[in-house]
Structure formats: structure tokens, C-alpha cells
């Protein structure tokens, strides 16, 4: 679930990366303006101040049933997460999921789950976050520990690794009274590659191999599937836009048909992308190093 709405830089980031977020995977949002906006299922607990702010924990809990029934998902930690939940079960409240936000979470979720089959509570599930990132859900995926759910905040939300994006606009092309005219920028360490292009994506036995970059009005390598299209002419988009079900399926297609090397979390491998012969032949004939290769 994400769970980064406020730790984005602004509102608006929180809302587009709550749209990313599912698009790439989670499963729901607890941004309720995102889900309002882009249909995301939402999803998401109380707050510890809900729970700090009633005169105990039952009082708290059984409120918060009250309000949002079989689906609340009660945050258990506030105080002794173990503690808590026992708390429920001696209750007799049947919360369709437990959260826990700190401590020893592997440690912790076995001991909650215990309590809560004992309790007869074997539907009842184990939400966990708590400054989580990618590394730390495997860690805790690999470790066996009886997790039904991850809430990932910062991690989503913001790009701690890459804070920065080199992106830069740099023209390839210009439309001349003789037609497009390939450019390239020259700089030692930011030389560019001239000309309008398309991306070949080559696969073999449903395994994606290669991208292969070419010019625009190349027929692309055998098997290569082209992964440009225009969705824009003149300011006006030449098609409507997908579902966002079907732009998260698409993605999930894609990643998954990547090699296991690429998608590995520590020491991926890197993903091969190469110049078509044409286009390297055009970056060598306008950078003037035509006698540089074949």
C-alpha cells in the first residue's frame, strides 16, 4: 500500500506519485484524493494520535470499528503491540487487518500472529510499515515472517538514491526547406545522438534481450517490437488514453519479461541498449567521424 501522501514534496506530488505507485505495483493508496482522481483502491488505518487521544486503547479501537467496520485495519503499537493485541481478541473485535509501525517488525508480526490464531482470528491480517523501503520488505519477505501487507511511504513518495533527474531537452533534429535535418551536440563527455528515432525491443522466448535504438524510418531488427508511437500532433493527443488498469497491466508485462539479472534488487545486472548499424553510421557522419568505424 502506499503510504507517502505526506511525505511528498507537495500535494499534488503526493497525488501523481500515489498514481505511479499503483501503476508500478501497490496494491491501493491511502491517498483518498488519488483515489477519488484515478480510481486507486484505498486503503489505510488509524493514526496513533486517534489512539493517544481516547482514554485507552479499547475505547479507541472499538470507535474506530464503529466507524468503519469489518474493513478497519487497527494500528496496535501506540503503546505494547502485543499487549494490544490481545486487547482485541479479549474484546471479541474482528478488524480485517492488524498494523504494526515499529519495533523488531519480524519479531513482532510472529508474536501478533500467534495471539491472534489462539484468539481465533486466522482471517485477521498483519499490515506492517515504518520507514520501509524495497530492501527491507525482502529482508522481511526472505526471513518467513507472517506479513500479509507492506504501508510504504518515503521510499515511494520520494527518491532518496536519486534525488535529482539529468534530464535535459536537447534537439536531434531540425525541419529545414529541405526536409529534417539530423543534429547532434558535439561536446567532449555530452556528445548526442542526431536524428529522429524509434525503440526496438527484442525478445526471445518471451524474455525481452535488448532494446535497440534506430532511426525513425528504420524497419528495426527481426522480432524487434517498436515501443514509440505518437500520442500528440500539433497540441492535439491523436488517441484517448487507456484505463489505468490496463497501463498497470502493460507494466507488470513489461517488468516481468525482463531478465531476473536486470530486476534484481543488489547487483543488477545492466539492461543492454545499442545503437542500430544505420544510426551509429549517422552520429559517426554528422559528429565528421565517418573514418572511425564501418
Request: hydrophobic fraction near 45%; aromatic fraction near 2%.
Given at each position: 500500500v502506499e503510504f507517502g501522501g505526506l511525505r511528498a514534496h507537495c500535494p499534488e506530488a503526493a497525488l501523481h506519485a500515489a498514481r505511479a505507485a499503483y501503476l508500478a505495483g501497490c496494491q491501493a493508496t491511502s491517498n483518498v484524493e488519488a483515489g477519488s482522481r484515478f480510481g486507486i483502491p484505498v486503503s489505510g488505518t488509524m493514526a496513533h494520535s486517534w489512539v493517544m487521544a481516547h482514554m485507552d486503547e479499547l475505547t479507541a479501537f472499538a470507535r474506530y470499528t464503529?466507524?468503519?467496520?469489518?474493513?478497519?485495519?487497527?494500528?496496535?503499537?501506540?503503546?505494547?503491540?502485543?499487549?494490544?493485541?490481545?486487547?482485541?481478541?479479549?474484546?471479541?473485535?474482528?478488524?480485517?487487518?492488524?498494523?504494526?509501525?515499529?519495533?523488531?517488525?519480524?519479531?513482532?508480526?510472529?508474536?501478533?500472529?500467534?495471539?491472534?490464531?489462539?484468539?481465533?482470528?486466522?482471517?485477521?491480517?498483519?499490515?506492517?510499515?515504518?520507514?520501509?523501503?524495497?530492501?527491507?520488505?525482502?529482508?522481511?519477505?526472505?526471513?518467513?515472517?507472517?506479513?500479509?501487507?507492506?504501508?510504504?511511504?518515503?521510499?515511494?513518495?520520494?527518491?532518496?538514491?536519486?534525488?535529482?533527474?539529468?534530464?535535459?531537452?536537447?534537439?536531434?533534429?531540425?525541419?529545414?526547406?529541405?526536409?529534417?535535418?539530423?543534429?547532434?551536440?558535439?561536446?567532449?563527455?555530452?556528445?548526442?545522438?542526431?536524428?529522429?528515432?524509434?525503440?526496438?525491443?527484442?525478445?526471445?522466448?518471451?524474455?525481452?534481450?535488448?532494446?535497440?535504438?534506430a532511426t525513425a524510418d528504420e524497419l528495426g531488427p527481426p522480432g524487434g517490437v517498436p515501443l514509440l508511437r505518437r500520442l500528440m500532433r500539433r497540441g492535439v493527443p491523436t488517441e484517448s488514453a487507456p484505463a489505468l488498469d490496463a497501463i498497470r497491466d502493460r507494466c507488470r508485462t513489461a517488468v516481468a519479461a525482463l531478465p531476473d539479472g536486470v530486476r534484481r534488487l543488489t547487483d543488477a545486472e545492466r539492461f543492454p541498449v545499442e545503437l542500430s548499424p544505420d544510426l551509429d553510421r549517422l552520429s559517426r557522419r554528422v559528429g565528421g567521424r565517418d573514418d572511425q568505424g564501418p
Open positions: 464503529a466507524v468503519h467496520g469489518a474493513r478497519s485495519i487497527l494500528l496496535i503499537d501506540t503503546y505494547d503491540t502485543v499487549a494490544a493485541a490481545r486487547l482485541i481478541v479479549s474484546a471479541g473485535l474482528r478488524p480485517a487487518a492488524v498494523r504494526v509501525d515499529s519495533g523488531d517488525l519480524a519479531g513482532l508480526s510472529a508474536a501478533v500472529r500467534a495471539v491472534l490464531d489462539a484468539g481465533s482470528l486466522q482471517e485477521t491480517k498483519i499490515l506492517v510499515s515504518g520507514d520501509l523501503d524495497e530492501h527491507r520488505v525482502a529482508a522481511l519477505v526472505a526471513s518467513g515472517a507472517p506479513i500479509d501487507g507492506f504501508g510504504v511511504g518515503t521510499a515511494v513518495t520520494t527518491s532518496a538514491d536519486a534525488p535529482s533527474l539529468s534530464g535535459v531537452y536537447k534537439l536531434v533534429a531540425v525541419e529545414r526547406e529541405s526536409g529534417m535535418v539530423p543534429l547532434a551536440k558535439l561536446s567532449p563527455g555530452k556528445r548526442t545522438v542526431p536524428g529522429e528515432k524509434q525503440v526496438w525491443r527484442v525478445a526471445r522466448s518471451g524474455e525481452t534481450q535488448r532494446d535497440v535504438v
